[in-house]
DNA sequence: AATATTTGACCGAC
DNA sequence: GTCGGTCAAATATT
């Protein structure tokens, strides 16, 4: 039986207001917060502002999920599982009869996703994208020399976010890694705004976002989906075979994990722009010193929402 | 006890 | 059949 088939117009095209909406809203917050930050004006604070901006984002993503899938992606938490069927789902176990021939009848469960985002991230050293992972599964690669590492977001039952990321070792002379992240974080943040501020205003790193894949037109750059969570360390094992995610906040001393959050933006932009949605490489990495700031970053901001408008 | 990781099995795609 | 992605029981960690 395939669930996919169902795709309803109008809710789709209400779906596709509220996000509209949310955007607006988002961009009229960020025109705000620009006004503080660059202005100084005080109408509003900036970690208000900061907030409100997140959280529009995540409303938007949250519509635009739901749109994709064929059941809401609710935000709210759930007792149960929450799972969105659109590009990943699965029951989980038998639903209803159970106890067939094995000992779990998982058969029918997985869908391979197949027009689903994803954005590839090459790092030195592990990469700390300061979300809570919870690793579950790892694989050997053919032609691979390291192990790839299968991560999903933790909150994936409370608040049925579908995030998921891969993290691979693609070099150990100079240790590289290439994660590939699928999905968008449509768990709430809970991260104070003041250290959102701190996070993008001290980012310094030589990560490279590599390819913006989208075959969906409610794509998202998975970086913009909410802020930070939690910060998350990596660490490498003594064999340097794999990366081992964890999710506390254990005082991560990497700064060099940080990622640089206006290149990304503009990134995001130029790729907005261009009429298709291959791979696309070559971004340079280095601009790291702090004058590099919010100011600029709101600018890119505000031209994305303008992107995404029409 | 609760939460996270490991790891073999399972599944769909090719 | 192989391969890569995921599940979930067992195990480890907090």
Redo the contacts with the bound molecule.
Sequence with gaps: MSTMECTWPEKISDDRKRAINELLRGRSFTKQLRSVLVGGHQQASAPDLLEKISRSFTDTLSILSSGEADEVVSQIPASGQLYSPGW?G?R??ESGESGKS?????????????NSQSWIRITPNFHDDSY?????????????KHQ???Y?C?HKHDQGCMA?K?VQMTEDEPPMYKTTY?GQHSCKSMLKSSQIMLETSTARDSSILLSFESNNEDDSNPFFSSFPLIKQEEEI?SDGQEV?????TKNNNSSSSDYLLSMELTTFESNLGSDHGDVLSGVNSSCTDSTHSLGDMMMDFEDVFIDLEC
Excluded: M
């Design positions: 990943d699965r989980s176990e094995s000992t779990k009848d998982r058969r029918g469960c997985y869908k391979r996703r197949k809570a992972w919870r690793k579950y599964g790892q694989k050997v690669i053919l032609n691979a790839r590492s299968y999903r933790t998921t891969q699928h094992p081992t995610d964890n999710n506390h």
